[in-house]
Structures are given as C-alpha cells and as structure tokens.
C-alpha cells in the first residue's frame, strides 16, 4: 500500500512516518513540495503517486492563534480548505481519505465522567475548534471512503505539548515558588506514537467513518503534571487554578474525555491506560525533554 502522509514533520505526523513506514511505503512531500491548500498542487501530486491512502495530519493547531482575525483566512485555508481539496481528490483517484479531528469539536459542558461518543452533537466553543468540526464536514461532503479519527491532549518526542511546557516551566522557575497548573480541564494524556499504532490498525482492518481514539482513562491538566514531575523525580510545588482564571484567548473545554466505543465495538482499540504510556515515553524521552529544556533556558538568557 502506497500512502500519502501530509503535515510528515508534525509530531504526530514524525511518529507516524516512523510506524507506518515499516509496513507501508510512505511518501511524505514537504509543504513546498505540496500545499493542500492549492488545488492544483493536491491533484498533481495524486496523479504522479497514484496513492491508495491519503493521511492528513497537517492543521493550524495553534488554539489562541486561531483567535486572531489576522490569521482567520489561513486558519480557513489549511484546517477547512485543505481537507476538502483532499477529500475531492481522493474521491477523483479512488484513494481513501484518513483525517485527524480533535476532542475541541465538543463544548466540554458534559458532567465528568461522562465521556464523548462519536455520535455526539457538535458544539465547539473556540475558532479551533469550529474549524475542526468544519473540516470533518468537508471531509464527509466529498469523499464517501473516509475515517476520521478525533483524538486529544497529544504528546511525543517532537513538537510543542503540554508535556513539554511544563517541564519546561519546572526547569526555569526563575526564582518562583510553584506553577499554576489548572485542576478542573480534564482529558486524556495521548502519545502520538501509540496513535500511529492505532492509526495502522485502522488502516489494516479496512475501516471506515468516524473513531474516537485516545487513551484510557483520564486526569486533570494538574493530575498529569504531578505525574510527569514524579516520574521525573522533580521537586515541584504545585498550585491549582482554575481554566477561567487562566489567561488565554481561546476558550477550551473543560471536559476532554471521548470513549473510544466504536474502536472497542470493532475489536480494533490498542490505546492504552494515559499512565502506562505516559510512563514509557518518559523513560524514553525524558531526559531528552529536560536537557531541551535547561538548553531553552540558557539560550534567552
């Protein structure tokens, strides 16, 4: 199988390359050598490779960035309109469409523990996460031969991550006596390298429509900083706040949780408890994170 992976330099889009391309060949344009957001472009590169699976993890993810009316036209262009360009063309080629949605699609408002199913209304609360509902639509609009996988709080070895932020923060406290961790969004810490496992076995069984796939279990954005400094024997104090009273732009949900039930239903979940995998890819990774960190500190000062 030949498989056309867009967004190769991402974090979830590196470990995918990496899990994919021991079974499967992988070709991987940079964005110069293909912008979905130029029609043109999507339909020439699908025409010299000829690929039976297209595998979008390229999207604007920064949420407060999406905030701002500067960037809307490309927030537009590369979450929504790049989905469509590739939908339409896999439908033109006969080449299945695989596309990364987001847990931001929902509102948040739902009593923890209850948890997000698949068939739930849409309700997003931010300009992300319109996006994001925004571009599953044009995805199903176009193409009939499609998964779309909505997965949340995203962590691996490259990339930007809530993991990386606050160890980061823990290694330059510049003198300050505890981080504001906030206590009341909760979620489930996923490891892109465990995704693109998921993501192979949904390749592998032949499966369509819509999967919710993230670890099991869940935790509060404090939960898991407390596990990661643990895990990484760094002696920090902790102090709890709440989402509303932490400055960002966009408004997030609070309640991240989805159950990945149609996975279960089809015999196909390999995600693993958020802790399990949290601690391997620690034990892995995590003195890479603290030296990138100490590394950042000394270059601003």
Partial sequence: MRILLLGSKGMLGTDCQKVLGQEFEIISPEKKEL?????????DKLHQTGPNLILNCAAFTDVDGCENHKDAYMVRKINVEGPRNLAQAAARFDSKMFHISSDYVFSGQKSVPQPYFEDDILEPISAYGRSKMESEIA?????????????????GSGGNSFIKSIVSAALNQKGRKSLKVVEDQIGSPTWTYR??????????????????????GYCSRLECADFVF?????????????LRDYPQKARRPLNCILENRLLKKQGLNVMADWKE?????????GDQLMKEARAGASGKS
Avoid: M
């Fill in 230 to 242: 643990k895990e990484l024997n760094l002696k920090v104090s902790l102090h709890p706040c709440k």
């Fill in 277 to 285: 995998d949290l601690s391997a890819f620690l034990d892995q990774y």
């Fill in 35 to 43: 912008d979905i957001i130029s029609w043109d472009r999507v339909i």
């Fill in 195 to 216: 995704l693109a496992h998921q993501i192979r076995e949904l390749i592998k069984a032949d499966a369509k429509g819509t999967f919710h796939a993230t670890s099991e």
């Fill in 139 to 155: 995805v199903k609009d176009n193409t009939s031969a499609y998964v779309i996988i909505r997965t949340g709080w995203l962590y």
